[in-house]
């Protein structure tokens, strides 16, 4: 059971050093694989498989050009991932992330880059956005950056679309990453919605709320509900310490519900939506669109904290429902829809694989729930996709005519191996189960189950982190990064419940 803001302090305490200590205690085997990495990698296929293409490419190819890249959010998964993809493709990398309280990112140390910037993160009231802002461009016009390919997280999205527009405005580079407009429309669940309505696509209900007395008003109608639906009450914005809270409403008194709502805060300055609650599985998409046409896509489904990723089988019929709602939406959108576009849905229960159905059927059966209007982690699932990835967000320099008649959608094989990340299961998997078990809250069968899951990810699947021809930013991030931050919590007084090592993300409590 995760802590909470009411659990002891001790306990926070207590958590933030325990994992510190068990990062210290496997620091000497991450630091033997390192070392071994970089001794073998040399010998190793995919290693002189990605010296051979940047030296062909570069001296040999009569069509190839290395361009400048700019990728922000190095200490992510995602951002790692897609900077190594156009490193791999023989153009020169620039870096750059927050660094938050001046803990060097993982990305930082990754053979992909050439350069990497420390940038200030955007703050209310103090400036901050336009340092940020600044920042990038002076990043820029230094290294001579051709395009920008953003993939911070979701505290800086709106900064981000700020960026695009001053960037392309200032200086001849090219920006992967929606406008303001666009992003606030897709930023917030309820614009998004809302947004997605006009387009004439199939939607949950959603209902905005902005008091309790508009929550219960809509819960209880003069007329009593004969449908029977049950309805989720979201925060439109984000929340850690509410993020995981599924209850469904009405519950089995009005008091009850009552009670609920008002714990929840709703007021115009922390909006709401109640959603209908859609009874079946959840799956999420990643997808980038370069002037309103899908170039890259994947899904695979999908949980509330999603710590291990297998990207669908394209033949099945949800991924083309997926696929087919999504290049809809970028073409309604318009020719200045360019950047990571991530909707998560819900699939009823009714449905089932979707075998037997048609895309069109399948469309009015699947529900957009939110919007990420940035990189998905799910960038992951196309780390052997490389070069048609660079070519995917490259397209963005080329003319309109040319952009379109480049290759068609970029999409993960169907054996693409499942992304994990080998500290989350470590503690996951094995860990916890062991504490559960001498707790009584586990069967031994129960944590045999967690054992297998745990070795079938680390025989059968990748970590999302390590390269062999570059592991050094897998070593930077359980050895350095997460005790750092794990330190600062212990000494701010900052209380969390769930970490994400993918995004490192650390989920405060209230």
Known sequence: MPLNASSPISLHILQNLSLTLLAALFTPI??????????????????????????????????????????????????????????????KVIGADFEPYYIPVCGRFSRSLCQFYRVRKPTPGSGGAQKYVQDLVDIVKKEGVQLWVSCSGVASAIEDGEAKEILEKLTSCKAVQFSVDITSKLHEKDSFIENTKKLGLNVPETYPVRSERDAVSFLYPCVERKDGNRYIMKFTGTDDSIRADMTLCPLSTEAKTRRHIAGLKPSPSRPFVLQRFISGPEFCTHSVAVRGRIKTFTACPSSELLMHYRAMDPRSPLFKAFLKYTEIYAVKMGEGFTGHFSIDFLVDDKVGDGKGRSVEELMRSIFPIECNPRAHTAAVLFADKSQEVAEAYLSLLDDEAAERETKGIVIPCSNTPGYHWIGHDLIAKILLPILCLLQGKMSMAEMAVNWIKFLQHLLFSKDGTYEIWDPWPMWWLYVVYWPGMFWVSILEGDLWSRCNVSTTKLFRCS
């Open 30 to 91: 991450l630091t033997f694989i390192a070392i071994i990495s970089t001794l073998i990698s040399p010998f190793c296929h995919s290693t002189k498989q990605i010296s051979h293409t940047r030296q062909w490419r570069a001296k040999s190819s009569p069509t190839f050009t290395p361009k400048t890249i700019l990728v922000t959010g190095l200490g992510m998964s995602k951002g790692l991932t897609i900077a190594r993809s156009f490193y791999r493709s023989g153009h």
